[in-house]
C-alpha cells in the first residue's frame, strides 16, 4: 500500500503537506482563493497540539509566525495577492534575521483587488522583488495535488536547512480544483528539523555565525541564550553596525547562501525535452495545458517537450539554457504579460527564438490558446 489516498483541492494538498512536514505554527487572515488552508488548518493543527490565529490582517500575520519561529516552531502563513503585498515589509525583515517560514500565496487577478476568484500568475516578480533592498528569495510552485503536497514539505525543509523565508505561489485553479492525492506513510519523504546550537548555557552564543556547511544554528528565543534579533544590519552577535565590512559581509551572505544554490534548489519536470524542435516552459496550472498540447502533438509525429518549472526564485537559469539549446524555439506559456518568458530570453542563446504564450484576463490559458499562439510562430517562419 503506498499510502491513503484522498480526493482533495490543492489548498487540502497544501494543508496536508504542512502537517507532514511538522507545522507547529499558523497565523493568517483569510482571503479568497487561499481562504481554505486557513479554514482547514484551523481544524486540523489544535488537534495535533499545534496553534493556529487568525490575526487582523496580513502583516500582523506574518509577524506572528516569525515570532513564533524564533522560539523554535516550524510556521506558515497563507494569503493571496493584496495580502501578499502587506506582507511585504515583514518578510523583508525574515529575510534579514534569517528566520524560517512559509508563506503560501494563492494567486488572483491583480493588480489590487483584481478578480479575487479568478486565476492568475501575476505575483511571479513580486515574490521575487517585492520587499525593498537586495535579497534573495525561495519560490516554488506546482501544477498537480502531489507536487503541491511535495513542494509544502520542500518548502519547509529548504527554510529550515537555509533559515530563510521559502514562498509557495501557487495559483487559484490549482488551489480550488479536486484530484486525487496519495498521502505518503510519515518518514518516506525525509524531514529537516530545525538545527539547535550547541553551545550550552552561559557561553558566548554567535546567532549569525555560519557553520562551515554554511548553515546557522539556532538557540530557541526565550531559551537559555539571551541574544538580540534585528532588521538592521548586524553582526555575528545580532547587534546592529554600519561598518561597511559588516554590511557587505552580511548581504553577501544572504544572497549567497541561495543563489549560489540555485542548480540545487531547483526542481523540475521535463516530458520529452531530449528530442523537441518546439520546448515549451510553463509552471502552475498553465503547465497542465501546456503538457496536453505536447501529448498531442507527439501523437501526430510532432517534436514537442515541456520543461516544467517548480523553483521559479532563484531562477534555474544554467537548466533552462541547456534544455533550451536542443530545441529550435521556446514558447513560454503563462497567465501574466511575461514574467517569466524574461527571465527564460536572459537564459537562453538566442533570445529571439523565445515566444510567449499567454493570458491575462483571469481565464485558465487553455491548448487551443497555445495552439493559436504555434499558429502565429509557424506564420512568422520559425
Same mark, same amino acid.
Request: charged content about 20%; glycine content about 10%; some cysteine.
Given at each position: 500500500?503506498?499510502?491513503?489516498?484522498?480526493?482533495?483541492?490543492?489548498?487540502?494538498?497544501?494543508?496536508?503537506?504542512?502537517?507532514?512536514?511538522?507545522?507547529?505554527?499558523?497565523?493568517?487572515?483569510?482571503?479568497?482563493?487561499?481562504?481554505?488552508?486557513?479554514?482547514?488548518?484551523?481544524? =486540523?493543527?489544535?488537534?495535533?497540539?499545534?496553534?493556529?490565529?487568525?490575526?487582523?490582517?496580513?502583516?500582523?500575520?506574518?509577524?506572528?509566525?516569525?515570532?513564533?519561529?524564533?522560539?523554535?516552531?516550524?510556521?506558515?502563513?497563507? %494569503?493571496?495577492?493584496?495580502?501578499?503585498?502587506?506582507?511585504?515589509?515583514?518578510?523583508?525583515?525574515?529575510?534579514?534575521?534569517?528566520?524560517?517560514?512559509?508563506?503560501?500565496?494563492?494567486?488572483?487577478?491583480?493588480?489590487?483587488?483584481?478578480?479575487?476568484?479568478?486565476?492568475?500568475?501575476?505575483?511571479?516578480?513580486?515574490?521575487?522583488?517585492? %520587499?525593498?533592498?537586495?535579497?534573495?528569495?525561495?519560490?516554488? %510552485?506546482?501544477?498537480?495535488?502531489?507536487?503541491?503536497?511535495?513542494?509544502?514539505?520542500?518548502?519547509?525543509?529548504?527554510?529550515?536547512?537555509?533559515?530563510?523565508?521559502?514562498?509557495?505561489?501557487?495559483?487559484?485553479?490549482?488551489?480550488?480544483?479536486?484530484?486525487?492525492?496519495?498521502?505518503?506513510?510519515?518518514?518516506?519523504?525525509?524531514?529537516?528539523?530545525?538545527?539547535?546550537?550547541?553551545?550550552?548555557?552561559?557561553?558566548?552564543?554567535?546567532?549569525?555565525?555560519?557553520?562551515?556547511?554554511? =548553515?546557522?544554528?539556532?538557540?530557541?528565543?526565550?531559551?537559555?541564550?539571551?541574544?538580540?534579533?534585528?532588521?538592521?544590519?548586524?553582526?555575528?552577535?545580532?547587534?546592529?553596525?554600519?561598518?561597511?565590512?559588516?554590511?557587505?559581509?552580511?548581504?553577501?551572505?544572504?544572497?549567497?547562501?541561495?543563489?549560489?544554490?540555485?542548480?540545487?534548489?531547483?526542481?523540475?519536470?521535463?516530458?520529452?525535452?531530449?528530442?523537441?524542435?518546439? /520546448?515549451?516552459?510553463?509552471?502552475?496550472?498553465?503547465?497542465?495545458?501546456?503538457?496536453?498540447?505536447?501529448?498531442?502533438?507527439?501523437?501526430?509525429?510532432?517534436?514537442?517537450? /515541456?520543461?516544467? /518549472?517548480?523553483?521559479?526564485?532563484?531562477?534555474?537559469?544554467?537548466?533552462?539554457?541547456?534544455?533550451?539549446?536542443?530545441?529550435?524555439?521556446?514558447?513560454?506559456?503563462?497567465?501574466? %504579460?511575461? $514574467?517569466?518568458? $524574461?527571465?527564460?530570453?536572459?537564459?537562453?542563446?538566442?533570445?529571439?527564438?523565445?515566444?510567449?504564450?499567454?493570458?491575462?484576463?483571469?481565464?485558465?490559458?487553455?491548448?487551443?490558446?497555445?495552439?493559436?499562439?504555434?499558429?502565429?510562430?509557424?506564420?512568422?517562419?520559425?
Amino acid at each position: 500500500m503506498k499510502g491513503k489516498v484522498k480526493f482533495v483541492q490543492g489548498n487540502e494538498a497544501c494543508v496536508e503537506g504542512a502537517l507532514y512536514a511538522g507545522l507547529d505554527f499558523f497565523a493568517g487572515y483569510p482571503i479568497t482563493p487561499s481562504t481554505e488552508i486557513a479554514e482547514h488548518l484551523s481544524l =486540523r493543527l489544535p488537534k495535533r497540539g499545534g496553534k493556529f490565529i487568525q490575526m487582523e490582517d496580513e502583516i500582523a500575520s506574518m509577524c506572528a509566525i516569525i515570532g513564533a519561529s524564533l522560539t523554535g516552531r516550524k510556521v506558515m502563513t497563507a %494569503t493571496s495577492g493584496p495580502g501578499f503585498s502587506l506582507m511585504q515589509e515583514a518578510l523583508g525583515y525574515a529575510v534579514m534575521a534569517e528566520i524560517p517560514c512559509v508563506i503560501v500565496n494563492v494567486q488572483r487577478g491583480g493588480p489590487s483587488t483584481g478578480i479575487p476568484t479568478h486565476v492568475s500568475q501575476g505575483d511571479v516578480n513580486q515574490a521575487r522583488w517585492g %520587499t525593498h533592498g537586495d535579497h534573495a528569495i525561495v519560490a516554488l %510552485t506546482a501544477s498537480n495535488h502531489q507536487d503541491v503536497f511535495a513542494m509544502t514539505v520542500e518548502a519547509f525543509n529548504i527554510s529550515e536547512t537555509y533559515r530563510t523565508p521559502v514562498v509557495l505561489l501557487f495559483d487559484e485553479v490549482v488551489g480550488h480544483m479536486r484530484e486525487r492525492l496519495i498521502l505518503p506513510k510519515q518518514g518516506k519523504i525525509p524531514i529537516v528539523e530545525r538545527l539547535k546550537t550547541s553551545v550550552k548555557a552561559g557561553v558566548d552564543y554567535h546567532p549569525y555565525l555560519p557553520r562551515e556547511d554554511g =548553515r546557522l544554528p539556532m538557540s530557541d528565543f526565550g531559551g537559555v541564550h539571551r541574544y538580540n534579533v534585528t532588521g538592521l544590519y548586524h553582526d555575528m552577535w545580532g547587534f546592529p553596525s554600519d561598518d561597511p565590512g559588516v554590511v557587505h559581509g552580511l548581504i553577501r551572505h544572504l544572497m549567497d547562501k541561495i543563489e549560489n544554490r540555485a542548480g540545487e534548489l531547483a526542481r523540475f519536470r521535463e516530458f520529452y525535452t531530449e528530442d523537441a524542435d518546439c /520546448l515549451l516552459i510553463s509552471y502552475g496550472s498553465a503547465a497542465r495545458s501546456a503538457r496536453h498540447i505536447v501529448e498531442r502533438r507527439r501523437r501526430r509525429g510532432g517534436r514537442f517537450g /515541456l520543461l516544467e /518549472l517548480m523553483t521559479l526564485w532563484p531562477f534555474p537559469y544554467e537548466l533552462v539554457k541547456q534544455i533550451a539549446a536542443r530545441a529550435k524555439y521556446i514558447v513560454v506559456v503563462e497567465m501574466n %504579460t511575461g $514574467q517569466v518568458c $524574461q527571465s527564460v530570453r536572459l537564459a537562453v542563446d538566442r533570445p529571439e527564438r523565445v515566444f510567449l504564450a499567454n493570458r491575462i484576463d483571469g481565464v485558465l490559458i487553455s491548448p487551443t490558446d497555445i495552439q493559436r499562439m504555434l499558429h502565429v510562430i509557424h506564420g512568422r517562419g520559425v
